[in-house]
């Protein structure tokens, strides 16, 4: 496991966010900001995912109205 406060760019694109300290409660924070901005995404969808290429798919598909 990493240390917390690491500096975003030591954080890969393809690595585990929950490697890096993300918990449950800043990703259901993560959930509603985004579905308050509209993306209209499910929250196991993104749970599924704990990568940031992981999310940055789901976000594109919703866009893309897949």
Do not use: C, K, Y
Not at 30 to 56: H, P, Q, R
């Amino acid at each position: 496991m990493h240390q917390a406060h690491q500096d975003p760019e030591n954080i890969g694109l393809d690595d585990n966010l929950m490697d890096w300290g993300l918990d449950s409660m800043r990703l259901l924070d993560l959930f509603m900001a985004w579905n308050a901005d509209g993306l209209n995404v499910d929250v196991m969808e993104i749970a599924a995912e704990t990568s940031l290429n992981g999310w940055w798919r789901i976000i594109q598909q919703h866009r893309q109205g897949q």
